[in-house]
């Protein structure tokens, strides 16, 4: 197959508008789709200074070197890394280890935050610590850990002085994070998932994800073809994901109906026009522990560390 653009030979053809590219337009295009997502949803100011979250794996890998080549053109703003270490045995350290090389070779400001400096427990420790007290735990490891980064990615924005936290989920998690919320029936939440970047809590850095509309196999093709490395090794814990099911139905129907996702996302897109009239502010409030935004009395991060103070 020849690549759509200049007739040589393609490296890929997307599956959902049969258009064939090779390496130098699948580049192009990929480049492309997020300047569109980040001038589509106004996510970036020319005078920002950008943090990015960097674990190591292809997406935020292939995001950091492609927000870098955009940045290029803005030499006002500036793009500085964030990586969080989780602490988790056997895992943590090779995502360290590819964060840092790219960050390096970028020459970029690199910032390393940690669960145990800023929580007091590393993952594992707060895992055991719950399992050992032969309860139950209430949340699968996911959970406890996407509460404490969610904080402390916060926290790290600010502290650096950022005005912008960049995520690197990518089109895939985008729904499944919307289906998730149907599926839980959280209202508020779908309406928090706001592409643009929008200041609902005065103690919230904005939130954007440039590669909400890219699919994780072009992210992959991404890597692959610009040699690009990154942690290939699943965290020991991802099994216990719950959104392992949806995801599973994600990818399984996508290979049948393969505008699933993008049909997905336009229609919270659509969904959140309709929204807008709801107030979103207020809906918030300040944790009575830490002064945090929350949606209860206290935030999830102060609720998991009673839990494990209080047993
Ligand atoms: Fe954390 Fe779950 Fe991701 Fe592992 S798979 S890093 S436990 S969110
Ligand atoms: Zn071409």
């Not at 050992?132 to 996911?142: I, Y």
């Not at 965290?235 to 994901?241: M, R």
């Not at 049909?263 to 009575?288: A, H, S, V, Y």
Request: proline content about 3%; overall charge neutral.
């Amino acid at each position: 197959m020849n690549c759509t653009f200049c007739g040589k030979q393609a490296v890929y053809v997307r599956p959902y508008d049969k258009i064939a590219l090779c390496k130098q337009h699948f580049n192009e295009q990929v480049k492309k789709r997020v300047q569109k997502t980040l001038t589509r949803y106004k996510m970036l100011k020319r005078s920002d200074r950008i943090a990015i979250g960097v674990s190591g794996g292809k997406d935020s890998i292939a995001l950091l070197h492609i927000l870098n080549k955009i940045e290029e053109d803005f030499p006002e703003s500036e793009l500085v890394a964030i990586t969080i270490d989780e602490g988790i045995e056997d895992y943590r350290e090779e995502g360290l280890f590819f964060a840092r090389k790219h960050v390096e070779e970028l020459k970029l400001e690199h910032h390393i935050f940690s669960f145990k400096n800023d929580f007091g427990y590393n993952l594992d420790e707060i895992l055991k610590i719950l399992g050992d007290r032969g309860k139950e735990r209430e949340f699968g490891a996911c959970s406890y850990c996407g509460i404490l980064r969610r904080k402390i990615l916060n926290k790290a924005t600010k502290d650096i002085g950022a005005d912008v936290l960049v995520t690197a989920h990518n089109l895939e998690d985008e729904v499944e994070t919307i289906l998730l919320n149907i599926i839980r029936g959280d209202i508020q939440r779908l309406a928090r998932l706001d592409p643009h970047p929008r200041k609902i809590h005065e103690s919230l850095v904005p939130r954007v994800k440039p590669f909400r509309a890219t699919p994780q196999a072009e992210i992959v093709l991404y890597c692959v073809l610009n040699d690009l490395e990154y942690q290939e090794i699943p965290c020991p814990y991802s099994a216990e994901a719950y959104r392992g099911d949806v995801r599973e139905f994600v990818f399984k129907t996508q290979e049948k109906q393969p505008m699933l996702s993008f049909n997905i996302l336009r229609g919270q897109d659509k969904l959140l026009e309709i929204m807008k009239t709801t107030q979103l502010k207020g809906t918030l409030k300040n944790c009575e522990n830490c002064g945090e935004a929350t949606s209860g009395k206290i935030c999830k991060a102060c609720w998991v560390k009673t839990q494990l103070e209080n047993y």
